[in-house]
């Protein structure tokens, strides 16, 4: 087999073909990783993988990190508590068996209400829907490069507020009281500009559009830059949509990028294993050269 690698965007994202994951070689990982560092995301399709087979791979990029607690608390296949499972689908009793339902997942990046986010998470697909359950990952090295200079101005050297009251799925996190100011809610403050720490490239750091708050502003200007920005992460140029098939994985830096999730009709069955790796270290705020 010959690995290739094909961006699947300009902006983010590539697909690697022509490897097996459960079979892993040096040469073929020292390739993936160079494209993890260019492409920010990576995609492998007709993977056939185990639940061991995907911690292994999964634990050449880093220590696991335990999973998030989700609103259903935390959901792992009996035995693999560094595995998380993502599904609508409901156990013999009537209990999800994984997280976020069927609904939308807005955009986010995972867990940047925490002072040190995982730096990577990564989906595999045991089971999808004929249509919808979509995801989609947002490039944030290009939203920052072609986000214009007068926002690029004001945000700038400033810090965001990360909120973790809600998850992606718009659902409260277990054991959280919602509160309406910025200092009295869970989560982390991060650079809203930061830098890659394997290659310094810049990235707009907006973690999730709720409850968000720039530090130093009113509420009200806060809001206001705060939805120039997420306007501009609308541009179409700066995504890519996911289409899954059964044996994808998908990878994706949090440093890097955003992803959503589409809807999907709840009669029908999705179930993905999911793993992510460990924070090398707190987001860091991009020092422009001089
Ligand atoms: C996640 C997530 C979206 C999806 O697992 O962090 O946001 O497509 N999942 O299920
Ligand atoms: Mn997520």
Known sequence: MTLTIRPVTEAVGAEISGVDLAQLNEAEFAQIEQAWNRHSALLFRDQQLTDDDLLAFSRRFGEL?????QEHGRQSPEGYPD???????????????????????????????????????MLYSLEVPPTGGDTW????????ATL??????KVRGRRIKHDGTYNSGGYLR????????????????HPAVIAHPSTGAPSLYLGRRRNSYVEGLSPTESDALLDALWAHIERPDLRYQHRWRVGDLLLWDNR???????????????????????????????????
Do not use: C
């Not at 990952?137 to 290009?142: S, Y």
């Open 137 to 144: 990952v947002l490039g944030m090295q290009a939203a920052w």
């Open 83 to 121: 595995i998380y499972v993502v599904s609508n689908v409901l156990d013999d009793k009537g209990a999800p068996i994984g997280a976020l339902g069927a609904g939308e997942a807005v955009w986010h990046t995972d867990m940047s209400y925490l002072a040190t986010p995982p730096d990577a998470s």
């Open 256 to 290: 890097s990028t955003m992803h959503r999730r589409d809807p999907f009709d709840s009669a029908t069955r999705r179930v993905m294993h999911r793993t992510q790796i460990k924070g090398s270290g707190a987001p860091r705020a991009w020092a422009e050269a001089a």
């Open 148 to 153: 214009p200079d007068a926002l690029k101005a």
């Open 65 to 69: 990190d335990p999973p998030p607690v």
């Open 174 to 189: 277990k054991g959280v009281t919602p509160t309406d100011d910025p200092h009295q809610a869970p989560g982390a403050w």
